[in-house]
């Protein structure tokens, strides 16, 4: 079991930046693969990044390539998600989540591939 907390949500211009973090209890966490995923308002709940158990992976939507990056550190349980460049369209509420499989190298995007869900974080980019 994983239970996972997502914190640095908020407001930012247009143009800003944001670090989310995303807190995991239990032993399994560096044996998973993360995933962050947003979902806006009337819109079904879409892949953003993901990274495998090692951070030796990364892979991103097309709409956040070159402006967001995951990263973790297993020591502290830790998902990160840095969000640059931030735009209007990036307003939406922002879920981590864990794969639940042990040690896979392999990258998940589907909603469905993810086991543990964290209870997400608003962010809010004004125009």
């Known amino acids: 079991q994983v239970q996972l907390v997502e914190s640095g949500g908020g407001l930012v211009q247009a143009g800003g930046s944001l670090r989310l973090s995303c807190a995991a209890s239990g032993r399994t966490f560096g044996a998973y693969g993360m995933g962050w995923f947003r979902q806006a308002p009337g819109k079904e709940r879409e892949f953003v990044a993901a990274i495998v158990w090692s951070g030796s992976l990364t892979y991103y939507s097309d709409s956040v390539k070159g402006r967001f990056t995951i990263s973790r550190d297993n020591a502290k349980n830790t998902v990160y998600l840095q969000m640059n460049s931030l735009k209007p369209e990036d307003t939406a509420v922002y879920y981590c989540?864990?794969?639940?499989?042990?040690?896979?190298?392999?990258?998940?995007?589907?909603?469905?591939?993810?086991?543990?869900w964290g209870q997400g974080t608003q962010v809010t980019v004004s125009s």
């Open positions: 989540a864990a794969d639940g499989r042990y040690y896979s190298g392999s990258i998940y995007t589907r909603v469905g591939e993810y086991d543990y």
